[in-house]
């Protein structure tokens, strides 16, 4: 993710494991925003309406889906 990128709302019927390899990543959903950084992973529920910012760029990788 590029600095200053964002990705628009998206939900997935499928659940989703993102993994931070390199920066930080700001994940939003409508209970709020949840900062992950280098070396953490995520499960994202399926169905969860999201959207990712990354303010310093990011390098991320969807590792189970």
Do not use: M
Request: hydrophobic fraction near 40%.
């Amino acid at each position: 993710i590029a600095p200053g990128e964002t990705i628009d709302w998206d939900s997935t019927d499928a659940k989703e494991v993102l993994f931070v390899n390199r920066g930080s990543v700001d994940v939003e959903c409508n209970d709020g925003v949840l900062t992950i950084s280098e070396g953490d992973t995520i499960s994202l529920p399926a169905g969860l309406p999201r959207h990712l910012l990354s303010a310093s760029g990011a390098t991320v990788f969807l590792v189970y889906q």
